[in-house]
């Protein structure tokens, strides 16, 4: 199911340990010897975001699956946990970066679970039809 990914997510996705670590990788063949199982659907989910085609806006809309769905909303669930301290000094320093980033990564979130509920209720319709 194809996902918008706005371009502050994927800079932030980008600069993660994973993501510095496979946004150099050239296919998602490549990503099975540099990175564990565990970090396989994470990988995979980087490189199609980065792979998609970029809308005008910025936004990157990648076909994904579940799996890499679900990976998607944890890793902004994270963003959005590493931009709360920045988003509270926001009003102390005039800042808005750290606000921003802490709304991107919610809407990421609201985003993905969408995804997943459309997926839920396909499912349910087709095991009916």
Not at 31 to 41: R, T, Y
Not at 71 to 95: I, Q
Not at 108 to 126: G, T
Request: hydrophobic content about 40%; aromatic content about 6%.
């Amino acid at each position: 199911m194809k996902v918008k990914v706005t371009p502050r997510v994927l800079n932030w996705l980008a600069g993660t340990g994973v993501g510095q670590q496979v946004w150099s990788l050239v296919s998602a063949d490549a990503v099975a010897g540099q990175v564990g199982e565990d970090e396989a659907n994470v990988a995979t989910m980087i490189l199609k975001t980065r792979d998609a085609n970029q809308r005008a806006d910025g936004s990157l809309w990648p076909d994904l699956t579940r799996e890499e769905i679900q990976e998607l909303m944890e890793w902004s669930d994270y963003f959005a946990h590493a931009s709360v301290d920045s988003a509270k000094d926001s009003n102390l320093t005039g800042d808005m970066d750290g606000l921003a980033d802490l709304n991107a990564a919610r809407a990421q979130i609201k985003r993905c679970q969408e995804a997943l509920d459309k997926l839920e209720r396909i499912a349910k319709w087709n095991e009916t039809h």
